[in-house]
């Protein structure tokens, strides 16, 4: 056996010590009764090892296993699944068994914290199916309570019940029925209507503004007709001057 089958083989034999006591056993059981393969959880032509402990009972969920046994049979990485020979399906019963007549304390903590979280899932899944029987429980209630409050209200008011969505929507026929009678009987004349409101002064004819002289025909020498007035200037009287003496 190489290097290479040979740490193959460890890591198997390391992966099936980590599961749980039960596992193993169910695997070992679930060998004979299934056709083994490698390279998939099942191809239409058998099953793993994983899944036949499962069909024998077991439902614990190993990541290392499946790796370590597509490695020990040469098929991880490569895509492909094909049936185990039976050199390695009397390997791996072999190590089965040894795992479990050995009954080696679990060391790697594997087998205990796979319990535990199988513990955990069973506890999660029975509080969520009594969280979901209780909401059951309180609709069922809540909905006799408003049957009781029905009736009730039906017994007082002498088996009258108000039907207020029937009211509303008879309502609402009502009314189109009206606003449609009303735009027969007016009908569409006003449409066509003059509604142009015109001023006072429309009619009044306008005087036309007297012409302006081109700026060719101006005559230039003509006097001006206006005089223009003069602005009326002050003159302010002179400031003396100071006289500057020498001392």
């Not at 190993?62 to 895509?79: L, N, Y």
């Amino acid at each position: 056996m190489t290097t290479l089958q040979t740490g193959a083989l460890t890591n198997l034999r390391r992966s099936i010590d980590a599961l749980p006591e039960r596992t193993r056993r169910a695997m070992l059981a679930g060998l004979d009764g299934n056709t083994v393969i490698t390279g998939a959880f099942s191809d239409g032509s058998g099953v793993c090892p994983m899944l036949a402990a499962h069909r024998a009972g077991d439902r614990v969920r190993c990541m290392s296993f499946p790796e370590a046994w597509d490695r020990f049979t040469g098929v991880h990485g490569r895509c492909i699944s094909r049936p185990a020979s039976r050199g390695e399906v009397a390997t791996l019963k072999a190590q089965l068994e040894e795992s479990l007549s050995a009954a080696r304390p679990d060391t790697s903590g594997f087998a205990a914290a796979i319990a535990e979280h199988e513990a955990a899932v069973t506890a999660n899944r029975d509080f969520a199916v009594q969280q979901a029987e209780i909401a059951a429980h309180e609709a069922e209630v809540a909905q006799r309570e408003a049957d009781e409050r029905r009736a009730r209200k039906r017994r007082e008011s002498g088996g009258f019940v108000a039907d207020f969505a029937g009211a509303i929507n008879e309502h609402l026929s009502t009314a189109r029925g009206r606003r449609g009678r009303e735009a027969t009987e007016t009908g569409l004349d006003w449409l066509f209507e003059e509604t142009l409101v015109l001023p006072q002064d429309f009619d009044k004819q306008v005087e036309p503004e007297p012409e302006h002289e081109e700026a060719g025909d101006f005559d230039f020498s003509r006097a001006p007709t206006t005089t223009l007035a003069r602005p009326k200037v002050t003159v302010l009287p002179a400031r003396p001057r100071g006289r500057y003496v020498n001392k």
